[in-house]
């Protein structure tokens, strides 16, 4: 099934809806893909707009977790999303696992999910190899994969489909659980008749968003599981910790600096790093730097990422220790939210008959 794409063209009267794992302090990828779309995405909502934005505590149980590790990891992350500027008054921001209605209508679609199309999601293999720090999918096999992890789209369908979501921004990996959404919601108002269809038939939003690399492996994305450090940006760093980290930052020997993420990903990804912070055209940005050296595309990018970050980090400072104001904010965004999905999921059970 090809799905429909829009690019950050939100009608009124839609109901958006995106989450985040709570798996610590976000570095800069992170920032730079989806949560800083979350807050254009707000800014440019009409006011007829839904928005819900959640902390996927659910989906994080798919692999192991240290219990006192996931509880900061939780705080920290909403914390984050009331840093870089998400408004508890406008989106309903809140902890998925405060709303019981997502994991029982995981449960309903789950009794309707066709195990071939279950079958053929693929992106617990990249997860799995993430988690382990593998190098390759192809170092992971079923005998790793657990039944959670195997449902997990299941349970991600469910999220979109309790607030009866129109439009979901994520990311192209996603895109295939997004049409598992979609099958779903069809298989469900086809077999479960009604004066007219209960699900929407969810938009997937392909947001522009900047691909980070690792700093010391640009071969692969900026990830917070590897080992090294000092190959991620993290929001929290200061600027002596950022000024080391692009210092340090794989590049090449040769003579000036151009945009080519194929022959030279190092000195590109720098590029596109400070295109992004700076809110400018990569193109562009090579082209003022193509009789530069790398010490001094260097120097520039520890600067702006300085700049971009210092704002976020401040707040983050101070919202992640005022925990009276993190549970307040949480307990009124799962009001929220469940106010919206305790309709949906009346209308789910005088369907299938058990209300």
Known sequence: MIIPRRVCQIRPGRVILSGIQPTGIPHLGNYLGALSNWVKLQKSAEPEDKLLFSIVGWHALTLPQDPASLLAARNDMLAVLLAIGIDPNRSILFHQDHNPHHTELSWILSCIAPMGKLRRMTTWKSRLAAA??????????????????????????????????????????QQQHIELTRDLADIFNRTFKGTSPLFPLPTYVNTPSKRILSLKDPTSKMSKSSPDVQSRILLTDIASQIQSKIRAAVTDSIQGITYDPQGRPGTSNLLTILAACTDSDVTQVAKAYESQGHGTLKRDVAEAVEEFLKGPRAQFNRIRHETTYLEEVARRGAIRAIEHSEVTMMEVKTRLGLA
């Open 132 to 173: 382990r720090n593998s190098s390759s999918e192809d170092e992971v096999d079923e005998s790793m994969l657990n039944a959670g992890l195997f449902m997990y789209p299941v349970l991600q369908a469910a999220d979109v489909l309790v607030y009866k979501a129109t439009h979901v921004p994520v990311g192209d990996d």
